[in-house]
């Protein structure tokens, strides 16, 4: 969703792009704050998932009846540590604004040149939300399939230990 600079000319146009720019600042800093709260969930998890292999883990891999469920077990343990430890780990794959230099140095509208800064400014924002939404989703992907990964260990440990 570009602004179109040239179209911004007449007298209220600087409020408009001023509040498109509030706007697309607004959507670029709530997908920020969804990974941050994403990552601080997955070090939750992944907290869980120590206690789980603490408590039922080690007792299930120390029984000898229906191990193949406790190595089933211990591979999805491995799979949810590794699925977090992605989450986790920092990337260069999501953008920010990175320095805003390169708008004093640009060639802005002599005739008003606040309101064409405001349109360059709010289709970066929106371009650099557009370049980060992928791999965010997929952040958000991840962390289900560790989810998933650590029911699946206390199931399955749980039900061998029932089972033996």
């Not at 969703?1 to 600087?14: A, F, N």
């Not at 000898?64 to 794959?93: N, Q």
């Not at 390169?102 to 349109?119: Q, R, V």
Request: hydrophobic content about 50%; glycine content about 8%; overall charge neutral.
């Amino acid at each position: 969703m570009s602004v179109q600079t040239s179209s911004l000319s007449r007298p209220g146009d600087r409020d408009v792009a001023r509040a498109a720019l509030d706007v697309a600042r607004a959507a670029l800093d709530e997908q920020h704050v969804a990974v941050r709260d994403l990552r601080a969930h997955t070090g939750a998890l992944l907290t869980a998932t120590s206690v789980v292999v603490s408590f039922l883990g080690t007792r299930a891999l120390s029984t000898g009846h229906l191990r193949v469920l406790a190595f089933i077990g211990l591979g999805a343990f491995v799979g949810s540590i590794v699925l977090c430890l992605y989450v986790l780990l920092p990337t260069a794959k999501i953008e920010s604004l990175r320095q805003g230099g390169d708008l004093l140095g640009a060639n802005l509208d002599p005739a008003d040149p606040a309101t064409d800064a405001y349109g360059r400014l709010t289709s970066t924002y929106d371009d650099l939300w557009t370049l980060n939404r992928p791999h965010v989703q997929r952040l958000g992907r991840v962390f289900r399939m560790a989810s998933a990964a650590i029911v699946l260990e206390v199931v399955l440990w749980a039900l061998q230990l029932a089972l033996s």
